[in-house]
């Protein structure tokens, strides 16, 4: 599942770098994807996990126990349950780069 998430990011950066921007909160997202840095965190590192709170990094968390997958509020962080298909992923990821689009776009940069 973990080289599946993989290409669920390259496939959400390739989409939101590549597709016509419809409005600024998509393009400050394609304009940020090419710049972060991918985390994943698994196994027994999930139970210490911190977000480390660089907002160049994206931290994926590969869930060992039952749970739903989330982006956090700041879009910094993804929890990915072990259930997760390509799709929810590639969602997931997506949510993760508008939403820290939408927190930078509010500070007035971008």
Same mark, same amino acid.
């Given at each position: 599942? #973990? &080289?599946?998430?993989?290409?669920?990011? +390259?496939? @959400?950066?390739?989409?939101?770098? !590549?597709?016509?921007?419809?409005?600024? %909160?998509?393009?400050?997202?394609?304009?940020?994807?090419?710049?972060? #840095? &991918?985390?994943?965190?698994?196994?027994? +590192?999930? @139970?210490?996990?911190?977000?480390? !709170?660089?907002?160049?990094?994206?931290? %994926?968390?590969?869930?060992?126990?039952?749970?739903?997958?989330?982006?956090?509020?700041?879009?910094?962080?993804?929890?990915?349950?072990?259930?997760?298909?390509?799709?929810?992923?590639?969602?997931?990821?997506?949510?993760?780069?508008?939403?820290?689009?939408?927190?930078?776009?509010?500070?007035?940069?971008?």
């Amino acid at each position: 599942m #973990k &080289l599946g998430f993989g290409v669920a990011l +390259a496939s @959400a950066i390739a989409l939101a770098g !590549n597709v016509a921007m419809a409005d600024d %909160v998509d393009a400050c997202a394609a304009k940020m994807a090419p710049g972060t #840095k &991918l985390i994943a965190v698994g196994g027994d +590192a999930v @139970a210490t996990f911190a977000p480390d !709170n660089d907002p160049n990094s994206l931290e %994926v968390v590969f869930m060992t126990a039952p749970g739903e997958s989330r982006v956090t509020d700041d879009g910094q962080v993804i929890y990915v349950s072990s259930s997760a298909t390509s799709d929810e992923q590639q969602a997931l990821s997506l949510k993760a780069l508008q939403t820290r689009a939408r927190i930078k776009l509010q500070s007035g940069s971008c």
